[in-house]
């Protein structure tokens, strides 16, 4: 009899761990203002509702032309192989100051769509003058579609957010591998914590540690 309790606890064991496997995401969180490198006219401001009270934009006038120059470039180790989404935590003012080119190498060719304009990779960002998540989409002629990225290899990867519409603001960004998600609740976002920033800085982001956190946070969600 204890034989058996012991048995079904290690198959009941095996299983619940496979669960949390299937469903065990990647989840990055990123300061917009921590970028490997910001390129003016972009450039790093202040707003205290901003998380750790910065963000980056090319600084204009909302209801204005302008933009097309300057970007952000974030060099992300992603751990592991697989499809990945991203959310922006944004504000967007009006139709003239929504919007970005993102492009996230080697996902994406070695393209530069300041030059090319090349739809694929404008980012139709949703308008809103308080901080909000938006996934990162492509905004083509004949649509809006979230965008997914399939990187077939763990390792480095450059993330580069470049201004299309000045008095776009970006203050932080959200990377998982769950591509599934529409709602920002369902892809389990956060801003960027203590932690996280410490990551960014130090180029930790796939540090095993860095992973079994992951992992950890997951884990207690599957039992929510
Ligand atoms: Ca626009
Ligand atoms: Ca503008
Ligand atoms: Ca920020």
Not at 12 to 32: D, Q, R, S
Not at 91 to 118: H, R, Y
């Amino acid at each position: 009899m204890k034989y058996i309790t012991i048995l079904t606890l290690s198959i009941l064991t095996v299983f619940l761990c496979g669960i949390v496997g299937l469903h065990a995401e990647v989840e990055i969180a990123l300061e917009a203002e921590l970028a490997d490198e910001i390129k003016e006219p972009m450039i790093i401001d202040e707003d205290k509702d901003a998380s750790d009270g910065k963000f980056i934009w090319d600084d204009g006038e909302p209801l204005t032309g302008g933009g097309g120059q300057g970007y952000a470039e974030f060099i992300i180790n992603v751990p592991e192989p697989g499809d990945y989404a991203l959310w922006g935590h944004v504000i967007a003012w009006d139709g003239n100051s929504d919007s970005f080119w993102v492009t996230w190498q080697p996902a994406d060719p070695n393209e530069d769509p300041q030059l090319t304009n090349n739809t694929q990779f404008r980012w139709g960002v949703a308008g809103g003058a308080i901080w909000h998540w938006d996934r990162i989409n492509h905004w083509l002629d004949g649509g809006t579609f979230d965008r997914e990225w399939e990187f077939d290899k763990a390792g480095e990867t450059v993330l580069r957010i470049g201004v299309r519409e000045d008095a776009t603001m970006l203050d932080a960004i959200f990377i998982t591998t769950n591509v599934k998600a529409t709602a920002p609740e369902q892809a389990n976002v956060r801003l960027p914590t203590d932690d996280d920033r410490k990551i960014q800085i130090e180029g930790l982001a796939v540090s095993p540690k860095g992973k079994v956190a992951t992992t950890w946070g997951t884990l207690k969600r599957s039992y929510r």
